[in-house]
């Protein structure tokens, strides 16, 4: 259920979910209210007057018994129930300029993996499979062993023929063959077809079928994320997140592998991951009434440092010049060999990596959204504590990493921080009064700035001309938001009193510049890697944005400072956690599951730092949004139409 | 060196190595001296005359100053240090007839593993390979991963392509190769090549493809082997052994069984056949000092229950009808998985079992001695706790286990006793007087009778017609050696005062009931496999002995009670620790290791109890030697001279 919300006085109507707050519904239409509490309702700034319908509100101190019954509301305390329209109050009202820009990007929705599609071109094939079989009972004239039985039967009922056995699921078979008459449902691993032969991993009695269970596991360097598969029915029940407790040691990876060169330090950061792994997995499956002993395999994706310390092998040289992974390719590793709480059938099966640093999670993102096998020339970006790009068709792919280092996790900025509550999200600036409004994440008093709030934030001082094309902030301009700070000229988001700290929210000089850094890489990035094809900007067909950054982007914004490029906005499109989702199609598809390996080594990888060119399109990146604006039309055109 | 005896007054000569015991020598000879105490020199009884030539004599009490200075020596007191002529004293002569009988069998020395024939016939091939790789060291330029690197060096210098690798050779990947700058030596498994690609399980710095070893084990009921391998060189550097430790759980297989059901029993078992392993391994590398971690692999072969229980499988439906074995082929397991002390990279392979009664110790022996591949029709015996057997020739081989019980290991028998110190193992009996002339292991005061003992005692007595051919003894002699005892008639071996225990160790009817059950059972087992197949004994060209029991059997005298038909002595052949040395040979032929399971598969296992004829095969074969006695020629033959 959808309610119309019109902003008087501009007149603009838009449809928003029944329930949705309304300063939230404001900054999706690309109304500016003021705002510097991040939605908590303690600045008083954001009101509105409602004209018509009815809003649910929370009432504060901060509106008069008078206010209040001539329909003042704060737009962050009220929560839409019908349709409505509301005007924005003269002190808030802003020209029609800012009504221009429309919000790109939160649009997107990930892409989830399209089961159905699968299933209908016959792709739908998991790696693990279940048979049922029904045994002749032993008896004297037939008193083979009990393994030879289940090999005849599986061979006469499915025509399975040398198979090979975990050992493991032996220790069980007499016991489990005899539980229901002979009766007995065997989970067959038919993975690695090409090397091995199909292998019986595990034996319950009676007809299993209808049960049949995998974990898709995403080893990220902050987050881990576990998800649910029915490899019966081809459903993902439901997944689960926490941060990688590797955390403790430190933020990103290279403070990981130098922990890991300590005594123990290596041990400590295995056990940390696998431990969270444990913890969200069993979440998992009590949640979902299932026993760990349903699960038949587990498909991991990570970054290389990551998919080391899982797996408990020295990074050391990720590391060091000429920084070589130990491996890329890793063969099936028992889940309890690397201490998961899972029984001893189970088995690990890990997307490999291309180089230190373009990872097995990287791999699975081209594996989900397919660009191996797509005609169509394709970017791939994935912006996280690192930034990994791809760029190719199905008949080549290119890749490389750049140092965009965490600026748009929030490291290196003075107040950035990850995007949890508290975090400024939304952001918008009146040209006029160079006021802010904000939008934090959970509503409450803002505490930092996430990475795509540091984006929009940087898209809007610009656009306000608060910031010149270099990074440096106007000094012509008369207002109070701009100030000498301790390291330099920074603009003040919001004011000590409406913050959790009680301290000045700012960006600094320092921060825009640890930024342009940052956007350079990537689009120095896109351009080297072009370059070093034949190829131009122009030519790219699409663009993927992965990870959980790319779902929160605006589009535009990140366009305007010059961090993605500016194609038309139809060539975007959002995978979500693509390593996640290419976990979970390995555990879906054979097929994936032994390609993987091909398109791994398929993808070139280019040490940019070591390859011709890419020093100078850096160089020349360190502009907003370029010192070449031909390669950014529309936000040349955005900008003139600010300016007028 | 070799010294020649002759005894008078028989003008009888044999050779004999220095410095051997006169008495043993007498034995060897088929020279019957009376002897009581087993060799310990109390009873007095084994005097000689020396009339010429050197013997180192120990003097006691028993021989008086006159007596010393004629030349009187006891036997088993005196050892040979040049060529002699002895005198037996007319107390101790006797009539020719016990001359007629020359030793069979201790002669039979086991056939070791022909390494130079494997070689020049191309079957020395071990499975596990050492290849020693100089890889080119990682620049900017070619920073592949290590594992990739390790890949492309083995597959350009030694044309391996798609290789697979064991997990935890990853982990110290990248160490290994930059220890001695990128030159490394991979270990390599050929095994399963049909099923699977060769896998690289270990990696060593620099070359060591000289230092390459293997351990190849025979796991008991009562004794655990285990032989120390040279891979480089083919060679059997030196084995150890121990009683298993499981024996105090339970003497036999079934008893094992049936601790095993009880709480915590498996675990147990498993845990102590480990210890033991792991320590006869221990020694054995710190005696040719070497690490554990030079084992590439690890071969074993053992009978059934033997193998559930070191693999922990449970055995419960070995022992219950219809007599199911859990698996009889095992995959390949990791030796640490079932707690062995030897590094991640060694695996454990196992021979094939048939049946629930025919193992892999078997199957191992009709390795070792070639059966499954020769054109002649052989039996191959081995007794031990059980006796196994299997007939066929290189097109068909049919196997059973005959129930014949541990009478032979001395189970059943009142003063029974397995072959050390104290053991009587050699006998003759006076045919006059029917004083026995004993020889026990390590010529110690008689504690009992070991097996090979009992055959020869059975034997003894049988010809010196103290027992008829149903078993009892003859009522009509006229000597205090045979008397009523507590259960039944007995015949006193060695009186109370000639023995460690002080009490008289006799042999009874009952016992005598017990050997002709248990050889009973066997024969009948050759008769009803042959019987089978349309063959008679006379159609065997080839009978195999098996067991450390066949090393010290005396074959006569075997046949002399119709434990073993009675063919051509030439006919017979030992082959040692059959189960050990196919182990062995699994582990230096990568042929062998893969044909194991089909050598396996081609055994037809016969229930022995299900098979018609069986029984009355058995109740006709309770009879010494047996009641048709045109199936022992020599016997008959042999007897009649005796009587003579």
Redesign the interface.
Known sequence: MTKRITFKPYDLTVEVPDGENLLRAAVQAGVHINASCGGEGVCGKCRILLESGELESTRSGLLSDEEWDLGYRQACQSWILSDLVVRIPPESLLDRKTLTRRRGGIGLKPSPIDLAAMKSEGLYNPAFQKRFVQLPP???E????????LENGLERQHGLE?L????FM??K???VI?QENFQVTATLDFAQR????PRVVNLEPGDTRERHYALAVDIGTTTVWVQLLDLARGVILGNGADYNAQMSYGDDVITRIVFSQKELGLQKLQRSVVATINQVMHRLLKKHKLDPSEISHLTVAANTTMTHLF????P??IRL???????????P?RAR?LGLELPDHVFIYCVS?V??YVGGDIVAGVLASGIYKDPKLTLYIDIGTNGEIVIGNQHWLACAACSAGPAFEGGGIKFGMRATAGAVEEVSINPQTLEPMILTIDMVKPKGICGSGLINLMAALMEAGVIAPNGKFRDDLNTPRIRQGDSGWEYVLAPAPDTQSGEDIVLSEADIDNLMRAKGAMFAGYLTLLENVGLRLQDLEQVILAGAFGQFINIDNAIAIGLLPDLDREKYLFVGNGSLQGATLLAFSRDLLEEERRVADMMTSF?LS?TPGYMNQYIAALFLPHTQMEYFPSVTERLRAGRE
């Open positions: 032993a008896s004297l037939d008193n083979a062993c009990d393994l030879t039985r040398n090979a056995h975990d050992f032996l220790r078979l007499s016991r005899r090409r090397s091995r032969n797996y408990s092998i020295d050391k040289f010049t000429p920084y070589t992974p130990a491996a890329c390719h890793l063969p590793v060999d990596s180089s230190s040490e070591e």
